[in-house]
């Protein structure tokens, strides 16, 4: 068992942009996966925009990002980034959850979500957005 931490940076429409710069800078290889790619459009104008995408290399340089969709609240200046854990257990997952939600607001439920075993999202008791998932194979 093991977990890791990736800082998952927010942006409103330019996370591909700034992935590609990050990959320019860093190296590493870049996925990708559009609001489209998942059929989760709430609006056509943002059907093209990240939901989810990384830069990982071999140097173990790991960002993760997307675009924040026009629904959501989002400031530049108040919710830039997450703090990504990430792991292959879903029952470590789910005790760092249960510890960590302990005086929080839960954005997302921790559940199964289509790109993900589990998936969920909370704002802890200080103020930081934590995202908790198990992987999933990517067949993209």
């Known amino acids: 068992m093991s977990v890791t931490t990736t800082t998952h940076l927010n942006f409103r429409g330019d996370a591909r942009q700034a992935l590609d710069f990050y990959q320019s800078v860093f190296g590493g290889r870049t996925a990708a996966v559009t609001y489209k790619d998942t059929g989760n459009v709430h609006n056509e104008n943002e059907a093209d925009w990240l939901m989810w995408g990384e830069v990982a290399g ?83």
């Open 58 to 140: 071999d140097n173990g340089f790991h960002v993760m990002a997307y675009d924040v969709p026009s629904q959501l609240p989002w400031n530049r200046g108040e919710n830039p980034f997450f703090v990504s854990v990430r792991g292959d257990d879903a029952a470590e997952i789910s005790a760092l959850w249960q510890r960590l939600s302990e005086g929080s607001t839960v954005v997302r439920p921790l559940e199964a979500a289509p790109w993900a075993l589990l998936y969920g999202m909370l704002t802890d008791r200080f103020g930081v957005t934590w995202v908790l998932d198990v992987t999933a194979p990517y067949n993209g």
